[in-house]
């Protein structure tokens, strides 16, 4: 059952990214379904309650406003660097800790983070993320945590908690 739920899912993904109803697209769509609802069926962890709870969606609905918000500040904050003629900035690896307990919200997060001009994650070792930060601000990992993560880790814990 949780194979088809899932062959299902990845269904109607390929049908929004499709957007084709035409007859070979669907034959198609449905032997690529099958195929990955089989193989990876496993390493998803959607159980369908959980996918459709209303909670979820009108949190997800409001980090993307959110998150859109923060990457259009991070790309202004980025071209003011990139033009500034003493080009202030303070690179370094910083460490960072997360509280999200899943791997898909610890993923969501990293790729968040990654999509903000100025920062990317380089690696994810137990409650930690290590990311290379353009302008280090502070000192401690608890600012570094405070000034990257947990402006995140609130929407992010409410869809995937």
């Known amino acids: 059952m949780k194979k088809l739920s899932d062959t299902i899912l990845v269904f109607i993904v390929w049908l929004l990214l499709t957007w084709s109803l035409r007859a070979q697209d669907l034959a198609v769509g449905i032997v690529f379904s099958a195929l990955v609802g089989l193989m990876v069926g496993n ?21 993307v406003p959110y998150f859109a918000w923060n990457c259009a500040r991070a790309n202004l904050d980025m071209a003011y660097r990139v ?10 690896v910083v460490k960072v800790r997360v509280t999200l307990k899943g791997d898909v919200a610890r ?19 137990g ?6 930060w353009v302008n280090v601000r502070g000192e401690t990992e608890e600012e570094h945590t405070r000034r990257i993560v947990r402006h995140f880790e609130f929407f992010l814990g409410k869809i995937f908690g």
Do not use: N
Request: overall charge positive; glycine content about 4%; charged content about 15%.
């Open 127 to 132: 409650d930690h993320l290590y990311l290379h």
């Open 43 to 63: 390493l998803l962890d959607v159980r369908p309650a959980r996918l459709f709870d209303p909670r979820r969606w009108f949190w997800f609905l409001a980090y």
């Open 83 to 92: 033009l500034h003629p003493a080009m202030p900035i303070r690179p370094g």
């Open 107 to 125: 993923a969501f997060l990293a790729t968040s983070i990654t999509l903000m001009p100025g920062t990317h994650v380089i690696d994810v070792v």
